[in-house]
Protein backbone atom coordinates (compact mmCIF):
# COMPACT_ATOMS: atom_id res chain seq x y z
CA UNK A 1 0.00 0.00 0.00
CA UNK A 2 2.75 2.17 0.91
CA UNK A 3 4.60 1.59 -2.57
CA UNK A 4 1.37 2.19 -4.22
CA UNK A 5 0.73 5.50 -2.40
CA UNK A 6 4.09 6.71 -3.51
CA UNK A 7 3.80 5.68 -7.13
CA UNK A 8 -0.13 7.55 -7.22
CA UNK A 9 1.57 10.63 -5.61
CA UNK A 10 5.13 11.15 -7.33
CA UNK A 11 3.24 13.11 -10.27
CA UNK A 12 2.76 15.81 -7.15
CA UNK A 13 6.22 16.13 -5.89
CA UNK A 14 7.36 18.39 -8.40
CA UNK A 15 4.23 21.45 -7.98
CA UNK A 16 4.82 20.36 -3.87
CA UNK A 17 8.31 21.13 -4.13
CA UNK A 18 7.92 24.54 -6.21
CA UNK A 19 4.47 25.47 -3.71
CA UNK A 20 7.00 25.11 -0.94
CA UNK A 21 9.75 27.21 -2.66
CA UNK A 22 7.61 29.98 -3.68
CA UNK A 23 6.37 30.07 0.11
CA UNK A 24 9.92 29.72 1.34
CA UNK A 25 10.98 33.05 -1.45
CA UNK A 26 8.07 35.19 -0.36
CA UNK A 27 9.18 34.52 3.33
CA UNK A 28 12.56 35.60 2.09
CA UNK A 29 11.88 38.64 0.21
CA UNK A 30 9.79 38.86 -3.35
CA UNK A 31 9.10 36.00 -5.21
CA UNK A 32 9.93 37.20 -8.93
CA UNK A 33 10.13 33.40 -11.12
CA UNK A 34 12.54 32.29 -13.81
CA UNK A 35 12.28 29.49 -16.45
CA UNK A 36 15.05 27.91 -18.43
CA UNK A 37 13.99 25.90 -21.25
CA UNK A 38 15.28 22.73 -19.33
CA UNK A 39 12.86 23.07 -17.14
CA UNK A 40 15.00 24.18 -14.59
CA UNK A 41 12.91 27.14 -12.11
CA UNK A 42 14.87 30.04 -10.37
CA UNK A 43 12.63 32.03 -7.47
CA UNK A 44 14.25 35.22 -5.73
CA UNK A 45 14.47 39.01 -6.65
CA UNK A 46 15.30 40.31 -9.54
CA UNK A 47 17.60 43.21 -8.77
CA UNK A 48 18.19 44.52 -12.78
CA UNK A 49 18.66 43.73 -16.13
CA UNK A 50 20.92 45.55 -18.27
CA UNK A 51 23.31 45.08 -21.31
CA UNK A 52 21.79 41.36 -21.86
CA UNK A 53 22.49 39.59 -18.43
CA UNK A 54 19.91 39.40 -15.17
CA UNK A 55 20.71 39.76 -11.72
CA UNK A 56 18.70 37.81 -9.05
CA UNK A 57 18.66 37.51 -5.56
CA UNK A 58 17.93 34.09 -4.32
CA UNK A 59 17.53 32.48 -0.71
CA UNK A 60 19.88 30.02 -1.53
CA UNK A 61 22.80 31.47 -2.98
CA UNK A 62 25.55 33.29 -0.96
CA UNK A 63 25.70 35.87 -3.84
CA UNK A 64 23.16 36.93 -6.61
CA UNK A 65 22.94 35.01 -9.98
CA UNK A 66 23.51 36.52 -12.93
CA UNK A 67 21.94 35.18 -16.13
CA UNK A 68 22.07 35.46 -20.03
CA UNK A 69 18.70 37.19 -20.79
CA UNK A 70 18.09 35.02 -23.49
CA UNK A 71 18.49 32.07 -21.86
CA UNK A 72 15.35 32.28 -20.06
CA UNK A 73 12.32 31.07 -21.51
CA UNK A 74 9.63 32.22 -19.06
CA UNK A 75 9.66 34.86 -16.51
CA UNK A 76 6.59 36.00 -14.18
CA UNK A 77 7.43 39.22 -11.59
CA UNK A 78 5.49 39.99 -8.44
CA UNK A 79 6.23 43.77 -8.51
CA UNK A 80 6.58 46.49 -10.75
CA UNK A 81 9.81 47.16 -12.68
CA UNK A 82 10.94 50.23 -15.30
CA UNK A 83 11.02 48.17 -18.37
CA UNK A 84 12.31 49.77 -21.50
CA UNK A 85 11.17 48.52 -24.55
CA UNK A 86 13.33 49.51 -27.66
CA UNK A 87 11.53 52.96 -27.99
CA UNK A 88 9.05 52.67 -25.38
CA UNK A 89 9.07 53.18 -21.38
CA UNK A 90 6.60 51.49 -18.49
CA UNK A 91 6.21 50.73 -14.81
CA UNK A 92 4.75 47.20 -14.89
CA UNK A 93 5.03 43.83 -14.26
CA UNK A 94 6.15 40.39 -16.56
CA UNK A 95 4.55 37.28 -17.52
CA UNK A 96 5.45 34.87 -19.97
CA UNK A 97 1.89 34.23 -22.12
CA UNK A 98 1.23 30.42 -23.50
CA UNK A 99 2.53 31.35 -26.93
CA UNK A 100 6.03 32.55 -25.08
CA UNK A 101 5.29 36.59 -25.97
CA UNK A 102 5.98 38.65 -23.11
CA UNK A 103 2.88 41.10 -21.77
CA UNK A 104 3.74 43.94 -20.25
CA UNK A 105 1.24 44.57 -17.26
CA UNK A 106 -0.72 45.77 -14.89
CA UNK A 107 -3.69 44.42 -13.16
CA UNK A 108 -6.05 43.95 -16.14
CA UNK A 109 -4.30 46.31 -18.28
CA UNK A 110 -1.79 44.84 -20.64
CA UNK A 111 0.10 47.81 -22.23
CA UNK A 112 2.50 45.65 -24.57
CA UNK A 113 3.09 42.05 -25.70
CA UNK A 114 6.42 41.34 -27.38
CA UNK A 115 9.48 38.71 -27.20
CA UNK A 116 12.01 38.62 -24.95
CA UNK A 117 14.54 39.93 -26.86
CA UNK A 118 12.91 43.22 -27.31
CA UNK A 119 13.43 43.84 -23.92
CA UNK A 120 16.26 46.00 -22.92
CA UNK A 121 16.63 47.21 -20.11
CA UNK A 122 14.57 46.23 -16.59
CA UNK A 123 15.00 47.40 -12.75
CA UNK A 124 13.05 47.27 -9.80
CA UNK A 125 10.74 51.18 -9.01
CA UNK A 126 11.78 50.90 -5.43
CA UNK A 127 15.27 49.33 -5.11
CA UNK A 128 17.80 50.52 -3.25
CA UNK A 129 19.88 53.61 -3.72
CA UNK A 130 23.40 50.85 -4.06
CA UNK A 131 21.32 48.91 -6.87
CA UNK A 132 21.56 51.75 -8.70
CA UNK A 133 25.06 52.76 -8.41
CA UNK A 134 27.40 51.54 -10.35
CA UNK A 135 31.56 52.03 -9.77
CA UNK A 136 34.83 51.54 -11.50
CA UNK A 137 38.49 51.68 -10.31
CA UNK A 138 41.55 51.11 -12.48
CA UNK A 139 45.29 51.59 -12.12
CA UNK A 140 47.76 51.02 -14.81
CA UNK A 141 51.60 51.27 -14.61
CA UNK A 142 53.81 50.88 -17.94
CA UNK A 143 57.62 50.49 -17.70
CA UNK A 144 60.59 50.16 -19.80
CA UNK A 145 64.31 49.92 -19.81
CA UNK A 146 64.71 51.41 -23.07
CA UNK A 147 65.17 55.49 -21.74
CA UNK A 148 63.66 54.29 -18.39
CA UNK A 149 59.69 55.02 -19.12
CA UNK A 150 57.85 55.19 -16.41
CA UNK A 151 54.11 55.98 -16.91
CA UNK A 152 51.13 55.07 -14.46
CA UNK A 153 47.31 56.07 -14.90
CA UNK A 154 43.87 56.09 -12.72
CA UNK A 155 40.41 56.02 -14.13
CA UNK A 156 37.55 56.17 -12.02
CA UNK A 157 34.06 56.57 -12.82
CA UNK A 158 30.99 56.06 -11.04
CA UNK A 159 27.33 56.39 -12.17
CA UNK A 160 24.08 56.41 -10.61
CA UNK A 161 20.29 55.68 -12.43
CA UNK A 162 16.64 56.49 -11.73
CA UNK A 163 14.08 55.77 -13.41
CA UNK A 164 14.25 58.09 -16.50
CA UNK A 165 17.79 59.69 -15.50
CA UNK A 166 20.87 58.98 -14.70
CA UNK A 167 24.02 60.48 -12.90
CA UNK A 168 27.57 59.76 -14.08
CA UNK A 169 31.35 61.26 -13.61
CA UNK A 170 34.69 59.87 -14.75
CA UNK A 171 38.28 60.89 -14.06
CA UNK A 172 41.23 60.32 -15.84
CA UNK A 173 44.54 60.87 -14.62
CA UNK A 174 48.03 60.29 -16.89
CA UNK A 175 51.33 61.15 -15.77
CA UNK A 176 54.57 59.82 -17.69
CA UNK A 177 58.23 60.12 -17.50
CA UNK A 178 61.07 60.03 -19.96
CA UNK A 179 64.91 60.45 -19.90
CA UNK A 180 66.02 63.85 -22.20
CA UNK A 181 62.18 64.65 -21.94
CA UNK A 182 59.84 66.61 -20.29
CA UNK A 183 57.27 64.92 -17.75
CA UNK A 184 54.24 65.10 -19.80
CA UNK A 185 50.97 65.39 -17.74
CA UNK A 186 47.32 64.77 -18.88
CA UNK A 187 43.95 65.03 -16.64
CA UNK A 188 40.41 64.97 -17.44
CA UNK A 189 37.34 64.72 -15.78
CA UNK A 190 33.46 65.14 -16.80
CA UNK A 191 30.33 65.01 -15.19
CA UNK A 192 26.95 64.12 -17.12
CA UNK A 193 22.99 63.90 -16.50
CA UNK A 194 20.47 62.57 -19.25
CA UNK A 195 17.31 62.71 -18.89
CA UNK A 196 14.75 60.75 -20.80
CA UNK A 197 11.65 62.67 -21.93
CA UNK A 198 9.96 60.83 -24.70
CA UNK A 199 10.76 57.14 -26.10
CA UNK A 200 14.06 57.12 -27.21
CA UNK A 201 15.15 61.04 -26.93
CA UNK A 202 16.83 62.68 -23.96
CA UNK A 203 18.24 65.86 -22.52
CA UNK A 204 22.13 65.94 -21.70
CA UNK A 205 23.77 68.58 -20.03
CA UNK A 206 27.58 67.98 -19.53
CA UNK A 207 30.96 69.53 -17.67
CA UNK A 208 34.21 68.47 -18.76
CA UNK A 209 37.73 69.52 -17.78
CA UNK A 210 41.09 69.19 -19.38
CA UNK A 211 45.02 69.80 -18.68
CA UNK A 212 47.28 68.42 -21.54
CA UNK A 213 50.90 69.34 -21.70
CA UNK A 214 51.17 67.90 -25.11
CA UNK A 215 49.02 70.62 -26.67
CA UNK A 216 50.26 73.01 -24.64
CA UNK A 217 46.65 73.32 -22.39
CA UNK A 218 47.20 74.74 -18.95
CA UNK A 219 42.96 74.45 -18.42
CA UNK A 220 39.88 73.63 -20.78
CA UNK A 221 35.98 73.15 -19.62
CA UNK A 222 33.45 72.88 -21.71
CA UNK A 223 29.86 73.77 -20.74
CA UNK A 224 27.25 71.23 -23.05
CA UNK A 225 23.40 71.31 -23.61
CA UNK A 226 22.27 68.66 -25.91
CA UNK A 227 19.45 66.59 -27.35
CA UNK A 228 20.18 62.61 -28.09
CA UNK A 229 18.70 60.33 -29.59
CA UNK A 230 19.05 56.20 -29.11
CA UNK A 231 19.08 55.32 -32.63
CA UNK A 232 19.12 51.54 -31.95
CA UNK A 233 18.93 49.77 -28.72
CA UNK A 234 19.22 46.09 -28.07
CA UNK A 235 20.46 43.10 -25.48
CA UNK A 236 23.63 43.43 -27.46
CA UNK A 237 24.10 46.73 -28.19
CA UNK A 238 23.28 50.18 -28.42
CA UNK A 239 23.90 53.23 -30.78
CA UNK A 240 23.20 57.14 -29.98
CA UNK A 241 23.91 60.36 -31.81
CA UNK A 242 23.80 63.96 -29.24
CA UNK A 243 23.99 67.50 -31.00
CA UNK A 244 24.12 70.45 -28.85
CA UNK A 245 26.23 73.86 -27.93
CA UNK A 246 29.16 74.23 -26.09
CA UNK A 247 30.89 77.27 -24.39
CA UNK A 248 34.10 76.78 -24.48
CA UNK A 249 36.78 78.28 -22.12
CA UNK A 250 40.15 77.84 -22.66
CA UNK A 251 43.76 78.94 -21.22
CA UNK A 252 47.13 77.90 -23.06
CA UNK A 253 50.93 77.87 -21.36
CA UNK A 254 52.34 80.37 -23.29
CA UNK A 255 48.84 82.64 -22.82
CA UNK A 256 48.15 84.53 -19.38
CA UNK A 257 44.70 85.31 -19.82
CA UNK A 258 41.89 82.64 -21.07
CA UNK A 259 39.43 82.74 -23.75
CA UNK A 260 35.72 81.78 -23.60
CA UNK A 261 33.72 80.64 -27.06
CA UNK A 262 31.08 79.19 -28.40
CA UNK A 263 31.29 75.65 -30.30
CA UNK A 264 28.27 73.45 -31.71
CA UNK A 265 28.90 69.86 -31.46
CA UNK A 266 28.06 66.42 -32.53
CA UNK A 267 28.12 63.33 -30.84
CA UNK A 268 27.91 59.69 -31.23
CA UNK A 269 28.32 56.40 -29.18
CA UNK A 270 28.37 53.22 -29.91
CA UNK A 271 28.59 50.33 -27.28
CA UNK A 272 28.59 46.40 -27.76
CA UNK A 273 28.40 44.50 -24.45
CA UNK A 274 27.53 41.28 -25.07
CA UNK A 275 30.31 39.90 -27.42
CA UNK A 276 31.10 36.92 -24.92
CA UNK A 277 33.36 38.51 -22.41
CA UNK A 278 34.28 41.65 -24.21
CA UNK A 279 32.77 45.05 -24.09
CA UNK A 280 33.48 47.72 -26.93
CA UNK A 281 32.87 51.51 -26.14
CA UNK A 282 33.68 54.12 -28.93
CA UNK A 283 32.49 57.71 -28.60
CA UNK A 284 33.37 60.79 -30.84
CA UNK A 285 32.66 64.23 -30.29
CA UNK A 286 33.02 66.81 -33.13
CA UNK A 287 33.31 70.69 -32.15
CA UNK A 288 32.49 73.93 -34.84
CA UNK A 289 33.61 77.09 -33.82
CA UNK A 290 30.68 79.56 -33.77
CA UNK A 291 30.14 81.99 -35.85
CA UNK A 292 33.10 81.96 -38.36
CA UNK A 293 33.13 77.84 -38.36
CA UNK A 294 37.16 78.76 -38.62
CA UNK A 295 38.02 75.83 -36.25
CA UNK A 296 37.10 72.57 -35.37
CA UNK A 297 37.64 69.96 -32.47
CA UNK A 298 37.23 66.42 -31.80
CA UNK A 299 37.46 63.79 -29.17
CA UNK A 300 37.85 60.48 -30.04
CA UNK A 301 37.69 57.14 -27.24
CA UNK A 302 38.16 53.82 -27.76
CA UNK A 303 37.67 51.32 -25.09
CA UNK A 304 38.25 47.18 -25.59
CA UNK A 305 37.41 45.70 -21.61
CA UNK A 306 37.68 41.76 -21.22
CA UNK A 307 35.42 40.63 -17.92
CA UNK A 308 37.29 38.65 -15.62
CA UNK A 309 35.27 36.61 -12.71
CA UNK A 310 34.70 38.58 -9.23
CA UNK A 311 34.09 41.67 -11.21
CA UNK A 312 37.60 42.05 -12.25
CA UNK A 313 38.56 43.06 -15.83
CA UNK A 314 41.35 44.20 -17.98
CA UNK A 315 41.52 47.35 -20.19
CA UNK A 316 42.71 48.35 -23.64
CA UNK A 317 41.99 52.21 -24.10
CA UNK A 318 42.80 54.62 -27.05
CA UNK A 319 41.74 58.24 -26.74
CA UNK A 320 42.81 60.75 -29.58
CA UNK A 321 42.11 64.77 -29.42
CA UNK A 322 42.89 67.39 -32.34
CA UNK A 323 42.68 70.46 -32.98
CA UNK A 324 42.71 72.85 -36.16
CA UNK A 325 44.23 75.70 -34.10
CA UNK A 326 46.30 74.43 -31.30
CA UNK A 327 48.21 76.93 -28.75
CA UNK A 328 51.98 77.85 -30.12
CA UNK A 329 54.33 75.58 -30.28
CA UNK A 330 51.90 72.13 -29.55
CA UNK A 331 51.14 69.83 -31.83
CA UNK A 332 47.25 69.54 -33.67
CA UNK A 333 46.66 65.68 -32.72
CA UNK A 334 47.87 63.91 -29.52
CA UNK A 335 46.78 60.51 -28.53
CA UNK A 336 46.78 58.08 -25.36
CA UNK A 337 47.21 54.46 -25.66
CA UNK A 338 46.99 52.46 -22.43
CA UNK A 339 46.03 49.46 -20.58
CA UNK A 340 44.96 48.99 -16.86
CA UNK A 341 43.11 46.69 -14.61
CA UNK A 342 40.21 47.82 -12.51
CA UNK A 343 37.82 46.44 -10.34
CA UNK A 344 33.87 47.38 -10.94
CA UNK A 345 30.61 47.04 -8.74
Not at 166 to 174: G, H, K, M
Not at 250 to 269: A, H, I, M, P, V
Request: some cysteine; glycine content about 6%; charged content about 20%.
Amino acid sequence: MCLKFLQINHTCILPVFLIFLLSFSNLYGKSDTLVFDNGNMLVGEIKSMQKGVLEIDAPYGKSNFKIEWLSIKEIYTESKFFIYVETDIYFARLATLPDQKVKIFEGDSIFKTCELDKIVYLAPINDKFKDRLDVSIEVGLDLTRAQNLRQFSTRFSLSYRSEKSSISTLFNSLRSSQENTQLILRNNGEFNYRHIFINQWYIVATFAGLSNTEQRIDIRTNTQLGLGNYIYSSNKAYWGLNFGMNSNFERFESETSGNNNWESYLGTELNLFDVGDINLLFTFKGYTSLPDFNRFRSDINLDFKYDFPHDIFLRLGLSLNYDSQPAIGASEVDYVLGTGIGWSW
